[in-house]
């Protein structure tokens, strides 16, 4: 078989949206995955523990959110709350995680936070990775309860999540089930499969800076169809945020006004095109890509006529922990931050 670019830029050149399943089961059937990071999404975990009310059915009051961000474009903040919809009676609350890989913030939201979860990937070969992972947790936690030796940690900011006692230590009392479902996002031919049609919470990490960027008004119209009614939560941990968008991708380019456009006008095109880059002012390392005059792409906020309802940015806001790749401005990636989104009313 020809040989494989290490890098997955030099994999998907020039590759239509197609092929990329092909393309990213044969990284995972070769074992090239640099992007995996051994363990779930601390950002995650903090958000949700930090700021349960994001995920209630209520809103936040902006005061209470640490490094609270409204950003860009004239896009308003709901400050309203909506009559709650919860009761003791209610379902357990689903979750999706696309591109999921290993699995790791599937298991995450299913162990820890108790949701019952759809991993989901196009990559069947990454899909047996993310069982054999669960199936190492699930034994961990077996073990434990049988010894009863499971310990409490008294750190509820306890982040070594690469290790198999951060399960353990963090495991919830009602922990929901886990599906692994192989295929397509932009395709209903999972949902049979996934047993569930729309999702609670939806949570996006190297997803969207994975596809092509001219992909993405799609990715904003299907998050949409897939978010709950009235108040499902699109979790994105935006990265890489300060990546120069003449340096390609995967990962591509994800400049917080990337998503804000797309998930305001789902499925609009015109919103944000994407082009070939001409001319670019010189960067900074770290800096951030909003300060760079590009021509690569451009910004056509008068174009928001949304062929659907769209997303409305509840809270943004920088996570004082995340993976090393995201921490700071002066990597090649830039600091990582989370958006949380619902639907506009």
């Known amino acids: 078989p020809a040989r494989l670019a290490n890098n997955p830029q030099d994999h998907f050149k020039d590759k239509p949206l197609q092929e990329h399943g092909s393309l990213w089961n044969q990284l995972w059937e070769r074992q090239i995955t640099n992007w995996d990071r051994g363990g779930p999404s601390v950002a995650l975990r903090q958000t949700l523990l930090t700021y349960p009310e994001l995920f209630d059915g209520t809103y936040p009051n902006p005061g209470l959110l640490s490094d609270f961000v409204v950003h860009g474009l004239g896009h308003n903040i709901k400050d309203t709350p909506p009559a709650s919809s919860a009761s003791a009676s209610a379902p357990r609350k689903t ?79 009602s922990p929901g089930r886990v599906r692994w479902v192989s295929g397509d996002f932009f395709s209903d031919d999972w949902l049979a499969d996934a047993g569930a049609e729309k999702f609670d919470l939806i949570f996006d990490y190297t997803f969207f800076c994975a596809i092509p ?99 409305a940015m509840i809270a943004r806001f920088k996570p004082s922990v995340t993976h090393e790749c995201g921490r700071n401005y002066q990597g090649p990636f830039g600091r990582d931050w989370v958006s949380v989104w619902g639907h506009s009313l």
Not at 117 to 133: E, F
Request: with cysteine; net charge negative.
């Open 95 to 173: 979750a999706l995680v696309p591109a999921c890989g290993t699995g790791y913030d599937a298991v995450l939201l299913a162990k820890v936070f108790g949701y019952d979860v759809v991993g989901l990937d196009i990559a069947p070969t990454a899909l047996d990775s993310a069982r054999k992972y669960l199936e190492s947790v699930d034994r961990v936690l077996d073990d434990a309860q049988h010894h009863a030796q499971k310990e409490k940690s008294s750190d509820d900011t306890n982040d070594d999540n690469t290790s198999m006692r951060f399960w353990v230590e963090n495991q919830s009392s």
């Open 213 to 311: 960027p001219s992909s993405r008004p799609r990715w904003a119209a299907r998050m949409q169809q897939l978010l709950a009614q009235p108040n499902g939560r699109l979790v994105c941990l935006e990265f890489p945020t300060g990546k120069h968008p003449s340096t390609g991708g995967p990962p591509h380019s994800a400049a917080f006004w990337f998503y804000q456009l797309h998930l305001a006008n789902p499925g609009n095109e015109q919103v944000i095109t994407y082009g070939k880059e001409k001319h670019s002012a010189a960067q900074d390392p770290g800096q951030d890509v909003g300060e760079v005059t590009l021509q690569e792409w451009a910004i056509n906020p008068n174009a928001g006529t949304s062929t659907a309802p769209g997303l």
